[in-house]
């Protein structure tokens, strides 16, 4: 799967979610620093999830699977850029803004998913989804065991701006490449789709 420069890539959009997902970790010595207590932390764990339902429901119903994919890089970057904001120590509203930001940047994962899916072979499909699969789970606690370790001597809010500013640099890094490989992506899903309409 990784000697497949597209797949690769796409596994890799995917695994981004390692520095994204490190926030809410850190949710409850964030609301700490903050002077909040259970209601700051719920609302700092439910300001990505919210940001990333909005982009679901936009991406999804408003946004053709095309553009989607032309849209994927620039919504990677968005997903981590924002919490580099958090190193100002902004108020809570802000932070709460700064993160909803992330989440909508998120909503790339729903073209990424189908992306890697429409270019995985049959028969090496179950092995890829699995590899896939638990890559992820294993970057996201990964992730939030070494921001929980660092938020111990730097403090909740610089760790999620290092967050923020390593998955902008990866996340800019892989954008660049998905620019050369998107086009071919696109034009094989428009395919499959002629194909599928041409059969039935």
């Not at 408003?62 to 190193?87: D, E, N, Q, T, Y």
């Not at 995985?120 to 921001?147: M, N, T, W």
């Not at 290092?162 to 640099?169: K, N, P, Q, S, V």
């Amino acid at each position: 799967m990784f000697r497949n420069r597209t797949l690769r890539t796409l596994v890799l959009f995917g695994w981004l979610a390692g520095f994204y997902v490190l926030p809410e970790g850190l949710a409850a010595p964030y609301a700490r620093e903050l002077g909040g207590g259970a209601l700051t932390v719920g609302l700092l764990m439910a300001a990505m999830p919210v940001g990333s339902v909005i982009s679901a429901i936009v991406l999804g119903r408003l946004v053709k699977p095309s553009v989607r994919l032309r849209m994927m890089g620039w919504l990677a970057i968005l997903a981590c850029a924002p919490l580099i904001g958090c190193a100002a120590r902004p108020p809570l509203g802000v932070v709460l803004g700064l993160w909803a930001l992330s989440g909508i940047g998120s909503g790339y994962q729903i073209a990424a998913a189908p992306a890697f899916v429409q270019s995985v072979p049959d028969s090496g499909r179950g092995l890829a989804f699995g590899v896939a699969q638990s890559g992820l789970l294993a970057v996201q606690g990964l992730g939030i065991l070494i921001g929980g370790a660092a938020a111990e001597a730097l403090g909740p809010a610089p760790v999620v701006a290092l967050a923020g500013l390593a998955g902008l640099g990866a996340a800019t890094l892989l954008a660049m490449g998905w620019t050369h490989l998107r086009g071919d992506v696109i034009a094989a899903g428009r395919a499959r789709a002629e194909a599928a309409a041409a059969a039935s």
